[in-house]
Antibody, heavy 120, light 107 residues
């Protein structure tokens, strides 16, 4: 059974940093592109970042570019998102998601999410 | 970025009803459109990909169609388990973008 389990979400002060993780199991993690997607009541679902199979290619939404870094450890079957320069706009539930197909950026499995709250 | 306009934002329906949700893309995305179902406190669940392909394990009462930049999710004979929020997402153009969601409520 495919499982994605996020962790690390906490309350952090504005301007602070945080690293969240996503532990994958039940599939060959190294064969899938992976993504982070965040959700808020106000802005809905917003794609944040993606990473290729070996971590050599990454992409980011303009809103997080230069502040967030996605990475992966295929030996540990774990995806990461390092966040810095956090603001209240980054308050959200952060999901990791598996890319269904390399040619299309849709997502066939999602974790349960980890909540990041940025206090002003 | 491609803007996805989803309508209606909410719909009230009864068990057994046919429900149709529409998503319009701001530019051509071919058939790169996915539909997700989300229940409160849960992650989105992929229903349809490539505009009309049913994800494994999803009931056949769910179907998707495309016409140009307009996409439709249809639920035939709504079941109690189907009351949820539905999102479209374009997957052809980078970055991927989502519609605003449609809440299907019990009438």
């Amino acid at each position: 059974e495919v499982q994605l389990v996020e962790s690390g979400g906490v309350l952090v002060q504005s301007g602070g940093s945080l690293k969240v993780s996503c532990a994958a199991s039940g599939f060959n993690f190294s064969r899938y592109w992976m993504h982070w997607v965040r959700q808020t009541p106000g802005k809905g679902l917003v794609w944040v970042s993606r990473i290729n199979l070996d971590g050599g290619t990454t992409s980011y939404a303009d809103s997080v570019k230069g502040r967030f870094t996605i990475s992966r450890d295929n030996a540990k079957n774990t995806l990461y998102l390092q966040m810095s320069g956090l603001s209240s706009d980054d308050t959200a539930l952060y999901y990791c998601a598996r890319s269904r197909d390399y040619n299309y950026n849709d997502f066939d499995y999602w974790g349960q999410g980890t909540l990041v709250t940025v206090s002003t | 970025d491609v803007q996805m306009t989803q309508s209606p934002s909410s719909v009230s329906a009864s068990v057994g009803d046919r429900v149709t949700i529409t998503c319009r893309a701001s530019q051509v995305i071919a058939r790169g459109l996915a539909w997700y179902q989300q229940k409160p406190g849960k992650a989105p669940n992929l229903l349809i990909y490539a505009a009309s392909s049913l994800q494994r394990g999803v009931p056949s009462r769910f179907s998707g169609s495309a016409s140009g930049t307009d996409f439709t999710l249809t639920i035939t004979s709504l079941q109690p388990d189907d009351f949820a929020t539905y999102y479209c997402q374009q997957a052809s153009s980078f970055p991927p973008t989502f519609g605003g969601g449609t809440k299907v409520e019990i009438k």
